[in-house]
């Protein structure tokens, strides 16, 4: 699976759009980009993902390069509940059965 | 209400003395999983089951067992715990190991002594 880097952390403030960044330089072309978020030690929430189109869901939208080998996460309108650790992963077609988790940014909300 | 439940959700326990921590879930999912979360590693897959009987390793097995002798359950087993398994655990679950959305427990974090 391609390597993913992600700032340690990131601050936004309440109501304003939060973007996370991620990066698969290495990314190939059978390797989907997934969003994970992690509130407080709790068991991780699926967010999104996508291939190569830009994707939206009721949470967040995926914005993916032409080239794929970076994407932003938005979240729209961010709120205190959205306070938690981002994983973005890449995971290859053939290889469902494991999903590597780094060690994520962790955005905070600030009020 | 779709779950994956964990029990127990919290265990202090001494080296050596083997230990059960139960996973299941009630969405009839193929796929089910185990992972562990230890400080600036993030998370890590022990082991992974496609379906009933069929199960594999993932990145981190040793010192684990695991079982799917049904399709709801997928006990992760501590045959003899040592203090490098305290650690906080959580079973995860999907219809299919290719299905986008796998659904995590509420954490199991366990401690050696």
């Known amino acids: 699976d391609a390597k993913t880097t992600q700032p340690t952390s990131m601050d936004c403030a309440e109501g304003r759009a939060a973007n996370l960044p991620c990066n698969h330089s290495t990314i190939s072309g059978n390797e989907y980009v997934y969003w994970y978020r992690q509130i407080h030690s709790q068991g991780p929430q699926y967010i999104i993902h996508g291939l190569k189109n830009n994707e939206t869901n009721e949470m967040a939208s995926l914005i993916i390069t032409e080239d794929r080998k970076s994407s932003t996460l938005i979240l729209p309108h961010a709120t205190l509940r959205d306070t938690a650790v981002y994983y973005c992963?890449?995971?290859?077609?053939?290889?469902?059965?494991?999903?590597?988790f780094g060690t994520g940014t962790r955005l905070t909300i600030i009020p | 209400e779709a779950q994956v439940t964990q029990n127990p959700r919290y265990l202090i326990t001494v080296t050596g003395k083997k230990l059960t921590v139960t996973c299941s879930q009630n969405m009839n999912h193929e796929y089910m999983s185990w992972y562990r979360q230890d400080p600036g590693l993030g998370l890590r897959q022990i082991y992974y089951s496609m379906n009933v009987e069929v199960t594999d390793k993932g990145d981190v097995p040793e010192g684990y067992k695991v079982s799917r002798k049904e399709k709801r359950n997928f006990p992760l087993i501590l045959e003899s715990p040592s203090p490098n398994q305290t650690s906080l655990y959580f079973c995860?679950?999907?219809?299919?190991?290719?299905?986008?959305?796998?659904?995590f427990g509420p954490g199991t974090r366990l401690t050696v002594t």
């Open positions: 995860a679950s999907s219809l299919y190991a290719w299905t986008e959305e796998q659904y």
């Open positions: 992963i890449v995971r290859v077609r053939p290889e469902f059965e494991k999903l590597t």
